[in-house]
């Protein structure tokens, strides 16, 4: 999948760069409160038709994850985050997969009937993409419950990693 970076977005940019030349992380690092930039504020159609944008997020921690039906390295993610949605759920995180399947609901809706996750779904679309060039995939941002970027990972991070980064989250107020 290949998008075109708008380069005049720093987050995005970021993102491009960490998702053409990383390898999967293993450690816990999330950044510092202060060094952490305010996420993009979007809009995206939920599968229940609703709209989700990141203020609906407010006060949680966020697991933004980028992901496509044909991404194995998504598809082996995927449970870990559908366990730590039910796992911390009741603690504040909260998670929203973004399909980025370039056929969109049609393909998307089947994918979810055969394989039901237990979080939101919504699937990109072009003013999301410009937000958000994703040139990789799985792409996944920690976004803290003040709507900042804490941390972002290209590439199948190390679920230990992930957890250890989501409790840290939850931990600040």
Not at 25 to 37: D, K, L, T, W
Not at 75 to 88: D, G, H, L, R, V
Not at 137 to 142: C, E, G, H, I, N
Request: aromatic share 8%; charged share 20%.
């Amino acid at each position: 999948m290949t998008r075109r970076a708008d380069t005049g977005i720093a987050l995005a940019a970021a993102l491009v760069a960490v998702s053409l030349g990383s390898q999967p992380r293993v450690s816990a690092e999330v950044a510092a409160p202060p060094a952490r930039p305010a996420a993009l504020n979007f809009t995206l159609q939920k599968a229940t038709g609703k709209p989700a944008t990141l203020a609906d997020y407010k006060g949680k921690v966020l697991l933004l994850d980028f992901w496509a039906t044909w991404c194995t390295g998504c598809k082996q993610e995927i449970p870990w985050f559908m366990e730590f949605q039910t796992k911390y759920m009741t603690k504040g995180l909260t998670s929203l997969g973004v399909a980025m399947d370039e056929e969109g609901w049609p393909v998307v809706t089947p994918f979810l009937k055969q394989h039901p996750i237990n979080y939101p779904i919504a699937v990109h679309d072009d003013a999301f993409d410009k937000m958000f060039p994703i040139m990789a995939l799985p792409v996944t941002l920690l976004i803290d419950r003040h709507g900042r970027v804490a941390d972002s990972h290209a590439g199948v991070v190390d679920k230990d990693a992930w957890e250890a980064e989501i409790q840290a989250l939850l931990r600040e107020r």
